[in-house]
């Protein structure tokens, strides 16, 4: 892939390049250190993939991501050393079109840990993008001591979610009310490192607790359950969360796929489904599976979607009942919440 690289620090274009040309399977397409040259750049010489920085003087990351993805949909990664300090930009930038975040990698020969967290995003867009390469595998992640397992399973609601996601997310879980007896599980493809700035910042935005899925809990009433490992979340037959590193040939951690075939399989009463904005296919077949096993489908419609690309897949294979805009998704469900 022919890479640029959008970065005000030279030590950290350093970095990014070493680990991207290490190796020797990608190039850097060019170099810009501020928004303003980047979008001149980008007009002139269109790369495969672009690596955006927050913080920069001129036209920091989210404005710049948010008129590149104006221009084009070639695909944007957050790089950036400010990741823990700018949750509200990186969700901003996300909702502008951003496919996900990662950590400048340290500068080392060879690549480090963090290096090979950069390399196994690219491998991930250029497998999204139907290009060669691999996902690297993950090692299982550990889950939470078990919860008490609730007499009676809450009615549920379930969102997947990818580009231009958090701030849809938000949209459709604003207007719904504290006090109802429905579960709320999202699955937001997102690195686990930053599922919990995820949780955070959507915890800001709406009048829901949001809190991260661990290992062993239960989904509760009136409470947003996130996805928060690298891992696939699903749901086991006693109705608690788990995490399973199969399927590793799945591009998507965590995918909407495993998470709604295990409802399928073991949550016994049909509830909502949600399919949100998102770059690939993730979501479109387990939507189908659910549609056929009794539960109202619901994805987002092409116009107000960053990337339609997982409602586009739900779509076409049937497993959509109704195609909305955000504003009258979140309607649809308070409507199906008050009967």
């Known amino acids: 892939m022919r890479i640029a690289i959008v970065n005000d620090l030279a030590l950290a274009v350093t970095s990014i390049r070493r680990v991207i040309e290490h190796e020797g399977r990608h190039s850097v397409a060019w170099v810009a250190r501020d928004g303003q040259d980047a979008l001149a750049r980008f007009v002139a010489d269109e790369p495969d993939l672009v690596l955006m920085d927050l913080l920069m003087p ?3 990351g989210v404005q710049t991501t948010k008129r590149m993805r104006e221009l084009s949909r070639c695909p944007i990664l957050l790089v950036t050393a ?6 509200g930009l990186i969700f901003e930038a996300m909702g502008h079109g951003a496919l996900d975040v990662v950590n400048v990698p340290v500068l080392t020969e060879p ?3 963090s290096g090979r967290q950069l390399l196994q995003k690219i491998a991930t867009i250029e497998r999204l993008q139907g290009r060669t390469g691999s996902v690297p595998r993950r090692p299982a992640q550990p889950g939470a001591a078990a919860a008490p397992v609730a007499r009676r399973r809450p009615p ?3 969102i997947g979610s990818s580009t231009g996601g958090p701030r849809t997310l938000a949209t459709v879980l604003a207007p719904l009310p504290r006090q109802m007896a429905n579960a709320v599980v999202v699955i937001q493809h997102i690195d686990a490192q930053f599922a919990p700035g995820l949780v955070s910042w959507l915890d800001g935005q709406i009048a829901l607790p949001v809190r991260g899925a661990e290992a062993g809990m239960i989904p509760q009433p009136g409470t947003v359950s996130v996805a928060i490992s690298n891992d696939h979340l699903v749901i086991q037959a006693d109705g608690r969360f788990a995490y399973q590193a199969e399927p590793l040939e799945e591009p998507y951690r965590p995918s909407v796929d495993v998470f709604f075939r295990s ?3 073991h949550w016994r009463d049909p509830g909502l489904a949600v399919l ?3 770059m690939g296919r993730d979501g479109g077949k387990g939507m189908l599976e659910l549609r056929r096993s009794g539960w109202h489908t619901i994805a987002q419609d092409e116009a107000s979607c960053a990337v ?3 409602p586009k897949a739900a779509v076409e294979l049937g497993g959509a009942i109704e195609v909305l805009p955000p504003e009258a998704i979140a309607r649809s469900l308070g409507q199906r919440l008050a009967r």
């Open 111 to 113: 690549p480090a840990e």
């Open 82 to 87: 400010d990741a823990g300090r700018s949750s």
């Open 156 to 158: 549920l609601i379930a």
């Open 308 to 310: 339609y690309g997982m």
């Open 263 to 265: 409802l399928v399989k």
């Open 276 to 278: 949100l904005t998102g």
């Open 58 to 60: 001129v036209l920091d």
